[in-house]
């Protein structure tokens, strides 16, 4: 059965969602995951974990992403990006000075909140159905940290192209329509490239072009322990190989950390090493 991770370049007009569906298809595999939903309107990095792979998911999920984002000043609309409604304009005087002069503000830990148009449940139903009823309820502020946000270029009148290094739980248009009310011009998210997610960059993207069109689609897959590859590595015998498949610790002396173990058989697990005592964090073995 197929197992691994296939990075795509997400072309706009699909849902995250719309990847996976295709890609179960092509890898006959119903085990498919990815590391953080794009917008339909949104491009770029879309890691996706498959068979055995996700597994990986969880640790993938949490990690930092890079953004290029197309940020339009003097316009608000009720998504806080160039797909809704338009619901205010403004006359624009601010200068590109200007804008960069604000990015510190919103740079490092921030408070932002949610949009409506999101998929976080409130009273366990998506905010963008409320929304799309015209409902709006009230969302409390949540803690994100924004590592870099850097103007780039003024791309037009009113359109400026920026970089953003953010946690995950970032809302790029958010960040967009609160430096527009910063600047008091409002402002909108206009274009969304992912540029870095779970570790992995466009560098190893593919389209779902190549994917489709692909004699041997499993060629594209990258083995899981990939991801785990800023971890040092441990080679154990098959005795312990042994024991770890039936979950046990083993003995193994040295120095305390994470790390990916591999045995005869390949790559085990995500592992603890405590005391000299080696425990499983999460196992990739096929049982």
């Not at 159905?129 to 994100?144: F, I, S, Y």
């Amino acid at each position: 059965m197929p197992s691994g991770i296939i990075i795509i370049d997400k072309p706009a007009g699909w849902t995250s969602h719309d990847v996976v569906a295709k890609l179960r298809r092509v890898y006959s595999e119903r085990r498919i995951g990815h590391a953080g939903t794009l917008d339909p309107m949104a491009t770029g990095v879309l890691p996706v974990f498959i068979g055995r792979a996700t597994r990986a998911v969880e640790f993938a999920f949490q990690t930092d992403k890079e953004y290029l984002a197309g940020l339009r000043l003097g316009v608000m609309t009720d998504t806080q990006d160039v797909t809704g409604a338009v619901l205010e304009t403004r006359p624009v005087t601010v200068t590109p000075a200007q804008v960069e002069d604000m990015l510190p503000r919103f740079t490092g830990p921030i408070l932002q909140i949610p949009p409506m148009y999101s998929a976080l449940k409130v009273g366990g139903r998506a905010l963008y159905k409320l929304a799309r009823e015209g409902r709006e309820v009230e969302r409390l502020p949540r803690p994100v940290t924004i590592y870099e946000f850097k103007l780039l270029s003024r791309t037009g009148e009113y359109d400026y192209a920026l970089r953003v290094s953010c946690s995950k739980g970032t809302y790029i248009r958010t960040l967009c329509h609160d430096l527009g009310q910063a600047l008091g011009c409002g402002g909108i998210l206009s274009s969304l490239r992912r540029t870095k997610a779970a570790g992995f960059t466009l560098d190893s993207a593919v389209t779902m072009d190549t994917v489709l069109s692909h004699p041997d689609p499993q060629s594209l897959l990258l083995p899981v322990d990939r991801y785990f590859d800023r971890y040092p590595s441990l080679i154990v015998d098959a005795e312990a190989e042994k024991k770890i498949r039936n979950g046990n610790a083993i003995a193994l002396p040295g120095e305390d950390g994470e790390y990916r173990v591999y045995g005869p058989g390949g790559f085990l697990m995500l592992g603890m090493r405590t005391g000299n005592q080696l425990s499983v964090i999460k196992s990739f073995f096929e049982v």
